[in-house]
């Protein structure tokens, strides 16, 4: 069987095809392609959701026939066999999408149906503008190629990427043992940070979240106060990094928000404050605030590591968890990868510790055809919608 992901939540374009071996239980990545906006973005700071709508409607199309033609399921039309109203069906669906809605045509025109089995969309969270060129897209070619769709959640997603084939075009066989539930994941994105707890595939019960902003909003925010650029996560690392090669004893302190709360959620927003005014400070005092940097990026990442990291063992802890899994973006920063590893070993050495490859943490579609393999229902083209706030929770 073969999978069409599909993924536009947020500032990525990214498309795959995944292809299912039932029998031996194995999966390959026949194309895999992921364009990131980052550089349209990064005059702007963080990403700009009007912006990430237009250039998802314009990369969709070419992405989508590169993608196509790398997976060799490209066959060109002998003639046009479409009819006008099957066309302007596909205007319909991508009413909002004009550009797109005609890129989409000139290429259903032009090839055949290829031998696809299911196309997987996110559904959502994400931002709406995001979302919906990629949900309609998605619609319109299930309609037009009658095939079946299904709408993933993008959390759900980042958490099966741990699984997802280690290699493109190579068979690797899907190991997920029961040994590993009741799991606790950590999902750390730019929109999201949850503690899930996981019963099994399918099964989550969002136990703890943010109540202000996602754990790599707050590295992208402070990146920005630190005028260090877009996207923040790796730009605070790096800076961090100087810092902890000196060997430096840091002066600066920052607070970890709600470490010692009773619950299992997190608040980021008031470090962002805390390095706003520290920052102020610094230049009242006449003191050269960039001279500090690379201190101030390693406490802020320092803060935010310990955070995550503290509430993610207590949950483990209390829940009787055989694992923790790790999810999103921010789960390609190594220190974070670092600490925990070391307080798993320390503090729960029984627990297993899973971490998806670097590759696999920032948005992807390979991880949302890969998640289509576990569901069984499917969703019809004329009533799929976009679901910016859609939850783990069924
Ligand atoms: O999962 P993702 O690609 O997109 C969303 O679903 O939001 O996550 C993007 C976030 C950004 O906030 C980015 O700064 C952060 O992940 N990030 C990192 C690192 N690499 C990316 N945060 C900390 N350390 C990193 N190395
Ligand atoms: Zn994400």
Known sequence: MKILGIETSCDETAISILEYDAKKRRSRLLANFVYSQIAVHQPFGGVVPNLAKREHQKNLVPILEMVFKKAGLLRKQAKNTRSEAQLEKIKDILIKEEDLAQNLINFLKKYQKPKIDLIAITKGPGLAPALWPGVNSARALS?????????????????????????????????????????????????????????????????????????GECFDKTARLLELGYPGGPAIAAEAAKFKILNLKSQIALPRPMLHSNNYDFSFAGLKTAVLYLIEKLKK?????????????????????????????????????????????????????DLLTSEVKIKLPNIKLIIP?????????????????FKKERDNWQTLEADPNLRLEK
Do not use: C
């Open 143 to 215: 309609y037009f190629w009658n095939i079946p769709l299904i709408g993933i959640n993008h959390l759900e997603g980042h958490i099966l990427a741990n699984w997802l084939p280690q290699k493109e075009k190579e068979w690797t066989k899907i190991k997920i043992s029961n040994n590993i539930f009741p799991a606790i994941a950590l999902v750390i994105s730019g929109g999201h940070t949850q503690l899930v707890l996981m019963k099994k595939i399918g099964q989550y019960r969002v136990i703890g979240e943010t109540r202000d902003d996602a754990a």
């Open 285 to 337: 005092e006449k003191i050269n605030w960039k001279n500090l940097r690379p201190a101030i990026a390693y406490e802020i990442q320092n803060s935010i590591n310990e955070v995550l990291i503290f509430k993610t063992l207590k949950a483990a802890k209390n829940f009787r968890a055989k694992s923790i899994i790790l999810g999103g973006g921010v789960s390609a920063n190594q220190s974070l990868k």
């Open 357 to 373: 490859k670097t590759e696999y943490t920032g948005d992807n579609s390979a991880m949302i055809a890969f998640t289509a393999l």
